[in-house]
């Protein structure tokens, strides 16, 4: 039975413990906080209880899965194939905790980081092992969520990347194979979902919940921009932006919104405080967020524009209200553009932006999969029209 360490028993390090020991390997869980790893155990045995309750898990396949995970020291790491480390996204913090580790590991021992922002590249070369240092980013909860990308440096040997993301096959996971670039592939091509959604509002195109709607239900997003941006936290979520936009050397594409960046001096951070674009605080979630103009550019070439795409994206996205339709092109087509970037930049081949988008945020189809499902003509007008009529260069193609 293999053995993989994992470093920072919090969300990240116990779901993916969780992962490992499931697909049966042993799993040390070490953490700088002496009783954090039990604690990941002791969780990860709290959240089968409930799930033998329901019928779902035997006792014995429960046990058996606890069972190989152990809160460790650097002591028992002498025969761990591979180390995911998972602690605070601070790269000096993950060079101290990483270095003082080495000496206990086996010398062909991979070294894999579940960090979502910083560079791999910096880590490896840091730690002086940049051949056997790559990027396992797993999202959260990692038990449920199937993606792994697998993020590939300049230094890292192949046969390193191939192996890690043979394990994460085995461990029932998707892989995307990127780049070491800003934001990897999810959190670099989801940003538009965000971003364009909240200018839409601020040009006064439609209220929160019309364009939450249209993207649950006429585009089959799990979740509109709003109410998911309530749920993952304002603050989380441009910190995200301004860590990929800068990274990125500020394309108008990435900028930030006024709109999101005040929910966040106001304290309104989403659900967790009560209230964001919606108010929480009733039995159903009320709108509160209002754009700053009544009266949207609304030109000829855009609404003919976007009621040819809209009748492409679904029958039900055809009968939407002409400013609804515009609004859904314009956060599509960021989408899609950011998807053309990120291929273009080198991040990742259009496959793998596809598997990310599906299986990492639940996207209804890659955006490349889906812009070829169009009619000839129907992306290329949309993106002339927006280009034309909304841009300030954000629809520009590579
Ligand atoms: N939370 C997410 O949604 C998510 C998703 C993907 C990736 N990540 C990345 O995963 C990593 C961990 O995130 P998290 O949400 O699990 O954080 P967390 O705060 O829940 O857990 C971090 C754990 O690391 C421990 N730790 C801190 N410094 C340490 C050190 N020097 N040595 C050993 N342990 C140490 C802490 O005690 C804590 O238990 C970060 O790099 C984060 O960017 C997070």
Request: net charge negative; proline share 5%.
């Amino acid at each position: 039975m293999p053995t993989a360490g994992i470093l920072g028993a919090g969300a990240m390090g116990a779901g993916i413990a969780q992962v490992a020991a499931a697909a049966g390997w042993s799993v040390v869980l070490l953490d700088v906080d002496q009783t954090a790893a039990q604690a990941g155990i002791d969780g990860i045995a709290g959240r089968f209880a409930k799930r033998i309750e329901r019928g779902r898990m035997t006792q014995d396949d429960a046990d058996a899965i606890v069972g190989r995970i152990s809160a460790g020291s650097p002591d028992s790491l002498s025969d761990c194939a591979l180390l995911i480390e998972a602690i605070v996204e601070d790269i000096d913090m993950k060079v101290a905790a990483l270095s003082a580790l080495l000496e206990h590991l086996p010398a062909d021992a991979i070294i894999a980081s579940n960090t979502s922002s910083l560079s791999v590249t910096e880590l490896g070369v840091r730690l002086d092992r940049a051949d056997r240092t790559c990027g396992m980013h797993f999202f959260n909860p990692a038990p449920v969520m199937k993606l792994v990308e697998v993020v590939a440096t300049e230094h890292c040997d192949r046969a390193v990347i191939d192996r890690v993301a043979d394990i994460a096959t085995k461990w029932g996971k998707t892989v995307a194979h990127c780049a070491d670039t800003p934001g990897f592939i999810v959190n670099r091509v989801a940003r538009p979902y965000y971003l364009e959604a909240f200018r839409c509002l601020e040009d006064g195109l439609c209220t929160p919940d019309l364009l939450d709607a249209a993207m649950r239900d006429a585009a089959n997003f799990r979740m509109g921009p709003f109410e998911l941006t309530d749920l993952i936290g304002h603050d989380v979520n441009t910190a995200t932006t301004r860590s990929v936009w800068t990274s990125w050397d500020k394309p108008q594409r990435l900028c930030p919104v006024h709109a999101q960046e005040a929910l966040v001096s106001a304290g309104d951070l989403g659900r967790k405080t009560g209230c964001g674009v919606y108010d929480h605080t009733g039995d159903a979630p009320v709108a509160v967020l209002r754009g700053m103009s009544d009266a949207p550019c609304l030109t000829s070439g855009l609404t003919e524009a976007a009621a040819a795409f809209a009748a492409g994206v679904s029958s039900q996205a055809a009968t939407c209200p002409a400013p609804v339709q515009v609004a859904l092109m314009r956060v599509l087509c960021g989408l899609f553009n950011e998807a053309l970037w990120a291929r273009h930049d080198g991040v990742a081949d259009a496959n793998a932006i596809d598997t990310a988008m599906t299986f990492g945020v639940n996207y209804p189809k890659g955006p490349f999969e889906w812009m070829s499902s169009f009619d000839g003509g129907v992306v290329d007008a949309a993106f002339d029209a927006l280009s034309a009529d909304v841009s300030a260069g954000r629809f520009t193609r590579p």
